[in-house]
């Protein structure tokens, strides 16, 4: 059994760092799950008490969030053991040693870092206007002994990539994510839900929600938070395990789901169909 909640976060202008850090204390605190997800670009949350010049500005902004990265990984990381949780960070612009900017979550499990994700296929908007960059392949992570995968919003749109983790033994994924529009957001959630049907997996998004107009790069975020599996027997005729409401307006809050890992993966023996066995078949 796993304990998996997914952070529907509203982004917000905060003003300071000390208020943001305690706003992921309460969140935290109020978290009954055993292993959190948190939203991609939720750490854009930062530049809300920074002048608006450099906030607005897309470049400038990477540059100033580069100066807080350490302390952002830190406060979470000293929740993670200060709770004994385990936590996918928001994803927040990371500059490597080379220079390239890539969308890097970080992963904390009682109080030590255990690995990354990047994102791998960005958007226009990442490209064409913020320079952002495609990460490194991402390994699998770790929560106790039970792998799993994080593919960051468009990612999921791909079946190819959480393909590659679920062969290398992933026992489900998890997808952050951050749309401004309902179009996008269902999007990452179709995407969610193919690849739960395909993989026959559970499949969980959190994402962004609320208007940041101090950082264009979230000034407006839509979504709702979901569990999906496949749907056969015993699981929704629909795929949806849970979603929360949507919320007006939107507030922060966790969808949590105590979920049977084996009892979800039976219908790759014994489903109406077997979509994970036959996915070679694809090939002739």
Not at 75 to 93: D, E, Q, Y
């Amino acid at each position: 059994m796993v304990n998996i909640a997914s952070c529907q976060y509203r982004v917000e202008a905060l003003p300071s760092f000390a208020a943001w850090a305690e706003k992921q204390a309460r969140l935290v605190a109020a978290c009954r799950g055993d292993l959190l997800l948190y939203p991609e670009y939720a750490s854009l949350e930062l530049l809300g008490w920074l002048p608006s010049r450099t906030a607005k500005h897309l470049g400038r902004s990477l540059d100033a969030l580069q100066g807080g990265r350490e302390v952002f990984v830190e406060t979470f990381r000293a929740l993670s053991a200060g709770f004994h949780k385990a936590i996918v960070l928001p994803s927040i612009p990371w500059r490597l040693d080379d220079g390239r900017v890539v969308n890097r979550a970080w992963y904390a499990d009682n109080g030590h870092i255990r690995g990354f994700s990047d994102k791998q296929l960005l958007t226009r908007f990442e490209t064409e206007r913020w320079s952002i960059s495609p990460g490194e392949p991402s390994p699998l992570l770790d929560f106790r002994a039970i792998p799993f995968s994080v593919q960051i919003c468009y990612d999921i749109e791909f079946p190819q990539l959480c393909r590659r983790h679920v062969e290398a033994g992933a026992r489900f994924v998890l997808v952050p994510s951050c749309t401004d529009t309902l179009a996008g957001f269902h999007r990452v959630r179709i995407g969610c839900q193919a690849r739960a049907l395909e993989n026959q997996t559970l499949v969980v998004q959190s994402p962004l929600v609320g208007e940041a107009p101090f950082a264009p790069a979230i000034f407006k975020n839509q979504g709702k938070a979901g569990f999906f599996t496949a749907p056969d027997y015993g699981l929704p005729d629909n795929g949806v395990l849970a979603e929360s409401e949507q919320l007006a307006p939107p507030q922060s809050l966790w969808l949590s789901q105590q979920i049977d890992l084996d009892a979800l993966e039976a219908v790759r023996r014994d489903g109406q169909v077997l979509n994970h066995r036959d996915w070679p078949k694809q090939w002739p």
